[in-house]
């Protein structure tokens, strides 16, 4: 039998789609006006802890550039900062003037993401109170309960039969980020296909050890 390629370390790019909202459903309709250009807004500041999701709103609206922390990319009308607290001064200054440029044209969307509120992050003092201005949305990560509800939905979604047991193992012994927890259920999903056989915790640790070995 030809076997089938599994790649569990690699989660699907991030979007908008495969973004799981929980509890910022209403930022993340707000992203998807951005997205499509027809946000009347033009500063926001997303702010959460590590794990909560920041960089993966981001990288979808930052499409095929890459966003690293205290880098700033320009796509499709949109500036977007990843971890504004990690600016240097020469980039303070950037992210300053572009900010009143912004402001002067009424033109474009400046979006940023911090592990603090705006007030709180270690930037110059002008800059950290023109952030405050705009929009601020704390990104509130998922807990194990939406986790679990949102894995379900998936699962459901494509018709797969979860044995009671594996959604909480899942949720304690790998990594617990929502991309690579969807990865790995793609996974499982292919890799039943391939053996025939339900998705059961046996076969989960036997697809965790064949990625180990590989």
């Not at 370390?9 to 027809?38: H, K, M, W, Y």
């Not at 922390?69 to 200054?93: E, F, I, N, S």
Request: glycine share 8%; proline share 5%.
């Amino acid at each position: 039998m030809r076997q089938i390629p599994l790649d569990i370390s690699s989660p699907a790019p991030p979007t908008l789609d495969n973004f799981v909202a929980g509890r910022n459903a209403q930022l993340l309709a707000l992203l998807r006006e951005v997205e499509q250009g027809i946000c009347t807004e033009h500063f926001i500041t997303l702010w959460g802890e590590p794990g909560s999701g920041r960089r993966h709103l981001l990288q979808a609206l930052a499409g095929t550039h890459t966003i690293a922390p205290g880098q700033m990319v320009q796509c499709d009308g949109r500036t977007l900062v990843h971890d504004v607290g990690a600016l240097d001064a020469t980039g303070q200054q950037t992210l300053f003037n572009r900010y009143n440029e912004i402001r002067a044209s009424g033109q474009g969307t400046l979006i940023v993401s911090a592990a603090c509120a705006p007030l709180q992050l270690p930037l110059r003092e002008d800059l950290r109170t023109r952030l405050g201005w705009g929009l601020v949305f704390q990104v509130i990560g998922l807990s194990d309960e939406e986790k679990a509800a949102a894995l379900y939905n998936q699962a459901r979604a494509r018709g797969l039969q979860l044995s009671s047991d594996i959604i909480p193992w899942l949720l304690t012994h790998t990594r617990r980020d929502m991309p690579a927890l969807m990865a790995l259920l793609d996974a499982l999903d292919r890799y039943s296909l391939e053996k025939k056989r339900a998705i059961t915790l046996p076969l989960v640790r036997e697809l965790l050890n064949s990625e180990k070995q590989n």
